[in-house]
């Protein structure tokens, strides 16, 4: 808040004849292939085109910023001090901004905060995927994370931050507004990938399910509700230290390819 791939197998014959296919099956499948094909070229040129021109900006606005600095300052070393922040300044901004899910399935502002967070837990050794749906329903994991701590499930919502946050009786208000359907749909979504995966390894795994909330100020840092945890948005990476798992390289590994098979990309 990033399609199982199923290969049916089989022997191959050792001795294969010769076998009728029907030229309009073939050309249909070869032009298919080509239209595919030349669509994604055209992407990759479109996009590979936007980035060079957008970097092409900013290098120039960094000259730019450079040489009037140096002429003002009379000092060309102090210019080159300041076209190079410039431009260490668009880089920062640019990685920060820049997101897995694809521009044309843009993510919310929310889940690209998140998405922030997480690239510094995948230089940790966490594995994570964006934006993954269950087979047969209508639900979205917006990021499922797995590390030595356990495996995570996380939905990133922005709320109004004019109205309070608070638990009332095991049930969460914003504001006067009852949120417990979008916890109980959280938690569903982390159980049903939890199953999947168990599934799909041959052993029962569990799934933390979470909201990291964005917007209205809270009491805590994290607080479990009815199964889910509710973390303040900012910190996620703190709340995904707090797993008490220990799982090892190969198991992190198996349980991240088993989500990619099982977790449904949403793009």
Known sequence: MDSATRVNGGDAPKNQGTVYQSPFVTSRSKASGT????????YGALV???A???WAIRGLAAIVVGVAVGYLTADWRIGATFGIGVLIAFTVHHSRRQSEVPHWRRPSAAQRRTEA????MKRLGYKVLHARGIEGGNGQIDHFI???RGAFAIDSEAWDKRLPLRNKLEKLYHGRFSKNERIDEA???ARAAEKLISQQLGREIHVRASLAIYGPGMPWD???LRGVDIITGTKVRKWLRTGKSRLS??????IYEAAQKVLLPRY
């Open 146 to 148: 797995v590390g030595r």
């Open 117 to 120: 967070q997480l690239k510094v």
């Open 187 to 189: 938690l569903e979504e």
């Open 52 to 54: 060079a021109r957008q």
């Open 35 to 42: 239209s595919k094909g030349a669509a994604r070229a055209t």
């Open 222 to 224: 994290s607080h479990n």
């Open 249 to 254: 390289e190969q198991e992190i590994e198996e």
């Open 48 to 50: 590979s085109s936007e």
